[in-house]
């Protein structure tokens, strides 16, 4: 079981940035993809980002493209989520998740179905003037 934790959360000023971290722990994140989602009250919870460690492939959500970039450090089993111009709209709960990468599954598609089993507890971002 892997075990997920976030940090980096908190409150920022619309067009302001925020850098999230995913630390692993409990595995080796070689074969796995992570993914960053987001829930903000009253909506359905969005994967935002998703990346897969071995091969460094990428998905990003339409609305935070050319915005966010999901990077790893691999020596530190760390995924991060560097957000700039952030906006009101991306104010939710941040969660990363992992989940071994499927086989005949694109990083994106993973992302898209939310197909992760593990889940960190989540971290508030809050985008507020």
């Known amino acids: 079981q892997v075990q997920l934790v976030e940090s980096g959360g908190g409150l920022v000023q619309p067009g302001g940035s925020l850098r999230l971290s995913c630390a692993a722990k409990g595995v080796t994140l070689d074969y796995y993809a992570i993914g960053w989602f987001r829930q903000a009250p009253g909506k359905e919870r969005e994967g935002v980002s998703c990346i897969s460690i071995r091969d460094g492939s990428t998905y990003y959500a339409d609305s935070v493209k050319g915005r966010f970039t999901i990077s790893r450090d691999n020596a530190k089993n760390t995924v991060y989520l560097q957000m700039n111009s952030l906006k009101h709209e991306d104010t939710a709960v941040y969660s990363c998740?992992?989940?071994?990468?499927?086989?005949?599954?694109?990083?994106?598609?993973?992302?898209?179905?939310?197909?992760?089993?593990?889940w960190g507890q989540g971290t508030q971002v809050t985008v507020s003037s």
């Open positions: 998740a992992a989940e071994l990468v499927l086989l005949d599954y694109t990083v994106q598609a993973m992302c898209v179905m939310s197909a992760f089993d593990s």
